[in-house]
C-alpha cells in the first residue's frame, strides 16, 4: 500500500482544515487506517483510526470532539477533518495503514506496516 497524505498548512487557533490520505496499490478492505503526528521534539502520537470494514472510529482523548476520520470507499481515501485548532495541535500529521490491528493495538504506530510522507499543519494562535 502507498499513502500520500496532503491537505496540511497554516491555519488561525480556532480554525479548521481537512486531511486527505489517498492510497494506492491495494484495495483498503480488511485494513485499519490512522492518522499520527508528531510534533517538534516530541514522540509520535496516536491522533484517530478507523476501520475500513464497518466504519469504527477511534479518537485520542485530546482530538475527540473537534476531529472527525472518515472514509471514502470509492477513492480509497480517509480524511481527517479537524476543528478548532488549537496552538498544540501544530505537528506533522502522518496516515498509515494496517491489517493487524485489534482495538487493543489500534492506538500503537508500531502496529501500523505502511505508512505516507507526513503533511505539516501549523497552527498560529
Known amino acids: 500500500v502507498q499513502l500520500q497524505a496532503s491537505g496540511g498548512g497554516l491555519v488561525q487557533a480556532g480554525g479548521s482544515l481537512r486531511l486527505s490520505c489517498a492510497a494506492s496499490g491495494r484495495t483498503l478492505v480488511n485494513h485499519v487506517m490512522g492518522w499520527f503526528r508528531q510534533a517538534p521534539g516530541k514522540e509520535r502520537e496516536f491522533v484517530a483510526a478507523?476501520?475500513?470494514?464497518?466504519?469504527?472510529?477511534f479518537y485520542a482523548d485530546s482530538v475527540r470532539d473537534r476531529f472527525t476520520i472518515s472514509r471514502d470507499n470509492a477513492k480509497n481515501t480517509v480524511y481527517l477533518q479537524m476543528n478548532t485548532l488549537k496552538p498544540d495541535d501544530t505537528a506533522v500529521y502522518s496516515c498509515?495503514?494496517?491489517?493487524?490491528?485489534?482495538?487493543?493495538?489500534?492506538?500503537?504506530?508500531?502496529?501500523?506496516?505502511?505508512w505516507g510522507p507526513g503533511t505539516l499543519v501549523t497552527v498560529s494562535s
Open positions: 498509515a495503514a494496517t491489517r493487524r490491528a485489534i482495538i487493543s493495538t489500534i492506538r500503537y504506530s508500531a502496529t501500523y506496516d505502511y
Open positions: 478507523i476501520k475500513w470494514n464497518g466504519g469504527a472510529t
